[in-house]
């Protein structure tokens, strides 16, 4: 079984940083890529980051491009996501995710089929 759990959300100040992470239990964790989303009030998901592999190969979103870095633990089964330089623009909740199959083909959210509750995370300009 698949499960997903988000913490490290909160309240930051315009400029500060914060750090994601992700617990993730289920078989095979280095086999998987695995993401975050984020979805702000009143839009849709969208991608993040997302981290596959052996570890060596990440992918972002352009508008996280050089503040945010997506990393992992495979011996603690972790995904991580630290966030630097926040803006009010990146206040959303952050949702950590699991790929449907072994080989991931694009970034589209069908791709990934096991997600987490997701944790707020408030920018204050």
């Known amino acids: 079984q698949v499960r997903l759990v988000e913490s490290g959300g909160g309240l930051v100040q315009a400029g500060g940083s914060l750090r994601l992470a992700c617990d993730a239990s289920?078989?095979?964790?280095?086999?998987?890529?695995w993401a975050w989303f984020r979805q702000a009030p009143g839009k849709e998901r969208v991608f993040v980051a997302a981290?596959?592999?052996?570890?060596?190969?990440?992918s972002y979103a352009d508008s996280v491009k050089g503040r945010f870095t997506i990393s992992r633990d495979i011996a603690k089964r972790m995904v991580y996501l630290q966030m630097n330089n926040l803006s009010a623009e990146d206040t959303a909740d952050y949702f950590c995710?699991?790929?449907?199959?072994?080989?991931?083909?694009?970034?589209?959210?069908?791709?990934?089929?096991?997600w987490g509750q997701g944790t707020q995370v408030l920018v204050s300009s």
């Open positions: 995710a699991r790929s449907r199959y072994t080989t991931v083909t694009s970034m589209r959210i069908n791709e990934f089929a096991y």
């Open positions: 289920g078989p095979s964790f280095s086999i998987w890529t």
């Open positions: 981290i596959g592999g052996n570890g060596e190969h990440t």
